[in-house]
C-alpha cells in the first residue's frame, strides 16, 4: 500500500473509541488506520505523537454571505469564513441558501453556488431556508432540489422577511416527510416578540440588554412546543436548531419522553456568553444580540447537562458575523447606536467553536472526548446525510483532521482570528486548546500559525437522504391507523 501522508502515532478519537494508530491518507481519503504503516520516497510524514487527532470539525449552521435585510450585512463571505473555519479546525460547513420571499428556491441555490464557487477554502453543502412555500416550492422545487443533494431545510417562526404561519409550517413538514429531508426550525413565537418589543420601546426601553427582554424563554418555549406538535401530527422527526436555555430543554425531554423524534443543536453562546453580555457598558452589549438571546448561569448548566447526557446531537456556531463598527451593514449602523430591534442578530464564532469546546468541555472534565467528537463533526454529518464521507476517522472517509495543542494556553484575540468580523465575544479568554494543525482531504490548511489553504479548494457536497429524517413506525400516530401513511 502506498500513501502520500502518514500522520503518525495518533492519539485518534472517535464519537466511540480513543486509540493509538497511525493514519495514512491517499488521493485525500484514509486508507489505512494501523501500527508502523510503511512510507515510500514519496509520503509526507507528521508526528502527532502525544496528540490527539479528531475528524474535521463539522459545522453544520453558520451564515455565510448571506443576503440580509438592508442596511444588516454579514462580515464574511464564503473566502473569510471558510478561512476562519479551516483555522479553528472546521472542515466542512453547511450555509443557508435562502429563498427571497416572492423568488424561487432554485434561484437561491444558483445565487449561493456563485458565492461559493472559486471561495471556499473548507468543503460545504447548502441547506435551505423557505420563507415563501407557493405551491410550486412545496410540490415541484423542493422534492427536484432534494433529489439533487440539498436535503435540509431552515423554517422560521419568527422574522418578519423569513416567518412562516402554523399552516405553512405543517405544509413544510408535510414535504419533509414525503420526500426524505431534515426540517429544521427556528422557534420563537413573533407576535409575542412583537408585542413585547412594541411596550419596551413605548417605555424608551432601548438599549441592547432589552433585546433579551423582548425574546424572554416562554417565547423559545411556546414556539418550541408548538413546532414539537405540528411535527408530530405530521409524524416526521424535526431538528430544534440554537436552543438557549431550560425552557426549551424541557420541551424537548417531554417531546422525546412520548416517543417523539426530536432533535436538538445548541452553540457556544448558550454555553459562554449571559444576559449580562448584552449589558456590558456603553454599546458594546450589541456585540452580544442575537437570537435567541444569551440566558444567564443557570440556564448555561442546563444546557452543559444537556450535552453529557444527549440531549443535545450537535454544537454548531451559528456563525452570523456582523462588524460592530464599519461603515455600514453592522450593530453599529455606521457609528449610530440604533434601538435593539434594530441591531443585526447574530455574532461570529466559526474559528472558537471547536476551542471552546475542547477546552472548556472535554480538557474542563465536562464532557468526554469521543462527545466532543459526536457533538462537533460525527452527528452533524449524520444528521444532514454527510457520513461517513465527513465527520469520522475511519478507512474511505476524507482525510479531514484535527491535530491538537493541548499543551499551550492560547488568549483568544480577534487579531489573531481569520474572518472578517471586527470583533470576538469571546476577547480575553484563555482556552487550554487550540488546533496545532488542520487538514483538509490530506492537505495541511493550518499549521498552527498560518492558514495555508487556498480559496477555491473548498468542494461542494451533495447530502444523502438523512437516516435521522426518516419517520420510525410508532404504534401511536394517528396517521397509522386513518391510513394516511404512504
Ligand atoms: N437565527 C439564526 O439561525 N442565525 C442568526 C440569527 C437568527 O435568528
Ligand atoms: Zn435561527
Ligand atoms: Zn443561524
Known amino acids: 500500500m502506498s500513501f ?30 494501523g501500527e508502523r504503516l510503511q512510507a515510500d520516497a514519496h509520503t509526507r510524514e507528521i508526528d502527532a505523537a502525544g496528540r490527539f487527532v479528531t475528524p474535521g470539525g463539522v459545522d453544520a449552521h453558520c451564515h455565510l454571505d448571506q443576503p440580509m435585510l438592508p442596511p444588516a450585512r454579514l462580515a464574511d463571505d ?35 453556488h456563485r458565492r461559493a464557487d472559486g471561495k471556499a477554502s473548507v468543503d460545504y453543502a447548502f441547506h435551505l431556508i423557505v420563507s415563501d412555500p407557493t405551491p410550486t416550492v412545496l410540490h415541484e422545487e423542493l422534492p427536484a432540489l432534494i433529489e439533487q443533494g440539498y436535503t435540509s431545510f431552515k423554517i422560521y417562526m419568527t422574522y418578519d422577511d423569513m416567518k412562516l404561519d402554523d399552516r405553512q409550517l405543517l405544509e413544510l413538514l408535510e414535504v419533509a416527510r414525503r420526500h426524505g429531508a431534515m426540517a429544521m426550525i ?4 413573533t407576535d409575542a416578540i412583537a408585542f413585547l418589543t412594541e411596550r419596551l420601546l413605548g417605555a424608551g426601553k432601548t438599549a441592547p440588554r432589552f433585546h433579551g427582554l423582548s425574546r424572554p424563554s416562554p417565547v423559545e418555549r411556546e414556539a418550541t412546543h408548538r413546532a414539537i406538535t405540528l411535527a408530530e401530527l405530521v409524524d416526521v422527526p424535526i431538528l430544534i436548531v440554537h436552543v438557549s436555555g431550560a425552557e426549551a430543554v424541557e420541551q424537548i425531554r417531554w417531546a422525546r419522553g412520548k416517543g417523539l423524534n426530536v432533535q436538538a443543536e445548541t452553540c457556544p453562546q448558550y454555553l459562554f456568553l449571559t444576559q449580562d453580555d448584552m449589558a456590558l457598558e456603553g454599546f458594546l452589549g450589541a456585540r452580544c444580540v442575537c437570537s435567541p438571546p444569551p440566558r444567564d448561569k443557570a440556564n448555561q448548566q442546563v444546557i452543559w447537562d444537556g450535552l453529557v447526557d444527549g440531549l443535545f446531537s450537535i454544537v454548531s456556531s451559528d456563525h452570523a458575523p456582523f462588524n460592530y463598527d464599519g461603515d455600514s451593514g453592522g450593530k453599529r449602523l455606521g457609528g449610530k447606536e440604533p434601538a435593539f430591534p434594530y441591531i443585526p442578530n447574530g455574532i461570529p464564532g466559526i474559528e472558537t467553536r471547536l476551542p ?30 454527510l457520513y461517513p464521507r465527513k465527520g469520522t476517522i475511519a478507512v474511505g472517509s476524507d482525510a479531514d483532521l484535527v491535530i491538537w495543542n493541548t499543551g499551550t494556553p492560547h488568549t483568544i484575540r480577534n487579531e489573531t482570528l481569520h474572518h472578517a468580523a471586527d470583533y470576538t465575544p469571546y476577547e480575553g479568554m484563555e482556552l487550554q486548546a487550540w488546533p496545532a494543525m488542520t487538514l483538509l482531504r490530506g492537505e495541511t490548511v493550518w499549521d498552527g500559525e498560518h492558514f495555508l489553504g487556498r480559496a477555491g479548494a473548498g468542494r461542494f457536497l451533495r447530502c444523502d437522504k438523512p437516516e435521522a429524517a426518516r419517520p420510525r413506525p410508532r404504534q401511536t400516530s394517528w396517521r397509522r391507523w386513518e391510513g394516511l401513511d404512504e
Request: aromatic residues 8%.
Open 186 to 189: 427556528h422557534a420563537e413565537n
Open 356 to 385: 471552546l469546546l475542547f477546552s472548556e468541555g472535554v480538557l474542563a472534565g465536562r464532557i468526554s472526548l469521543q462527545q466532543f467528537v459526536a457533538l462537533t463533526a460525527t452527528n452533524a454529518a449524520r444528521l444532514y446525510g
Open 78 to 112: 464564503f473566502e473569510t469564513g471558510t478561512r476562519s473555519a479551516a483555522c479553528g479546525g472546521t472542515t466542512t460547513v453547511i450555509p443557508f441558501a435562502a429563498q427571497q420571499k416572492g423568488h424561487s428556491v432554485q434561484a437561491a441555490v444558483e445565487d449561493y
Open 4 to 33: 502520500d501522508l502518514i500522520v503518525r502515532r495518533a492519539q485518534v478519537a472517535t464519537a466511540a473509541d480513543l486509540f493509538l494508530c497511525d493514519i495514512g491518507i491517499a488521493g485525500g481519503r484514509i486508507t489505512a488506520l
